[in-house]
């Protein structure tokens, strides 16, 4: 059984290994491969995009 503090990977993170793992010469097999392919397939035909966003409230002296 797992623990609660694993982390499950993203699919990102997963094409990015494989990506440095392919680059580095390792055998990824076929399924890692597909999985590269199926990637960059989707992220051409794609019509979102990636953006990170942050909000900061700022507190005044009279809103505490």
Known sequence: MRSLEEKMATIKEVYELLKKKKASGEK????GQSFIEMFEEEKEISNTKEVHVSFIKHKDKNNK
């Open 28 to 31: 990824i097999g076929i399924l």
